[in-house]
């Protein structure tokens, strides 16, 4: 398990995290975030580089994931709701799909911004 892509051995900056994450599929998702809101931020650090084989040396090469984590937590939290609406008003999956794949976009495009937002405060 030591021979996996070297890529996965080096450290992690914000635009990797954000890559790292758009890679993980619903599951992975709903493991990581399961875990992110149970374990101390300590124990989910050594989870994360344990499960993943990811070295992350500072808590700066942290923060970035858990930025992402909350953005996907706090945009799930506001679209099921919205997903229980479009459901019981429309039975029809495509137009919930193209609207759950809008909303992805357009988190996605948030978190981006956010993370752009915390490398030019970090360079100041």
Sequence with gaps: NNNNNNDNNKTFNNEKWLKWWNERNNNEKQEITDKY????????????????NIQIQTDNEFDPLRLVIEYFLTFNASSSSTDSV?????????ATTTATNTLEESKAADVRTALVSINGKKKR
Excluded: V
Excluded at 39 to 48: D, E
Excluded at 86 to 94: D, I, K, L
């Design 37 to 52: 809101k149970t374990l101390s931020t300590k124990n989910f650090k050594q989870w994360i580089q344990n499960k993943w």
């Design 86 to 94: 479009h459901q019981s008003r429309n039975s029809a999956s495509s």
